[in-house]
């Protein structure tokens, strides 16, 4: 007997809800530090990885240039870095320190900034026992430092009717990391902006947009940085 289309893809389903459910793992490493500052003085960075997991694990490293051209965000396979081992094993309860420095010059104009990948490779023997593998991949920033170069983040506020559009525009020659950004209005109530840690490169440009907008008026940007807390006076315009 012969089964018409329309019920295939329903006869698929059953037959895929009939197998038996596998379980789902995820790798397990850290890392510390969590970003690599290299100096004219200090050129070379360690980053210190850790198997947590039960399992052994296969690592692999992938390096990327990170910029932001036209304030766009980007990132680019690179040899300008060199991190070792490149391929390594990891036991349970296991460590391993990664070193990365760079293959080029160090910048004289402004900051460089790169990003170092660490990628488990899933192996076939992990397969084979059984079980969906989850690949872990941890990024992690790595900045070449200019002396006495700064981030010089221009920040504007503008309404555009229900809603609030926070830009910033870093103008500097280095990076910015913010970790909370709030609007303070005249009664000192705050409002989020954003709760998640980021970077703000030279050139780039970043917006959120809140909606709907608070009801009364920012007067100033609260931006918490691992360097402190700034206030930035606001006043919002029409656009």
């Given amino acids: 007997m012969s089964v ?18 596998l379980p789902a793992r995820a ?8 970003r690599v500052i290299l100096t004219p ?8 990885v850790t198997n947590r997991g039960p399992d ?30 490149p391929l390594f094993r990891l036991a ?6 990664i070193r990365v420095g760079l293959r ?8 460089g900034s790169w990003r170092l990948v660490v990628g488990e490779v899933p192996e076939a023997e992990s397969r084979m026992r059984g079980g969906v593998r989850f690949a872990l991949r941890l990024s992690l920033p790595v900045f070449a430092r200019v002396p006495g170069a700064e981030a010089d983040v221009l920040w504007e506020l503008r309404r555009q009717g229900d809603r609030l559009v926070v830009e910033a525009h870093n103008r500097g020659r280095a990076h910015l990391r913010h970790l909370r950004i709030f609007l303070e209005d ?3 109530r705050r409002h989020p902006v954003t709760a998640e840690a980021g970077y703000l490169l030279p050139d780039e440009r970043v917006r959120w947009v809140l909606r709907p907008a608070p009801a ?9 940085t691992d360097k402190g807390v700034r206030r930035v006076p606001l006043a919002a315009r029409s656009g």
């Fill in 4 to 21: 018409r289309a329309p019920f295939l893809p329903l006869l698929s389903l059953l037959l895929w809800l009939a197998l038996p459910a």
């Fill in 186 to 188: 005249a009664a000192g």
């Fill in 56 to 85: 052994t694990v296969l690592l692999q490293l992938e390096l990327y240039r990170w910029h932001a051209p036209d304030g766009r965000e980007r990132l680019d396979p690179t040899r300008d870095l060199l991190a070792v081992p």
């Fill in 104 to 111: 080029v010059p160090f910048p004289e104009d402004r900051e």
């Fill in 92 to 97: 349970p309860g296991e460590s391993r320190t």
């Fill in 216 to 224: 009364a008026a920012p007067r100033v940007l609260l931006v918490e």
């Fill in 41 to 48: 003085e200090d050129p070379v960075g360690a980053v210190e």
């Fill in 27 to 34: 790798g397990a490493f850290t890392v510390a530090p969590t």
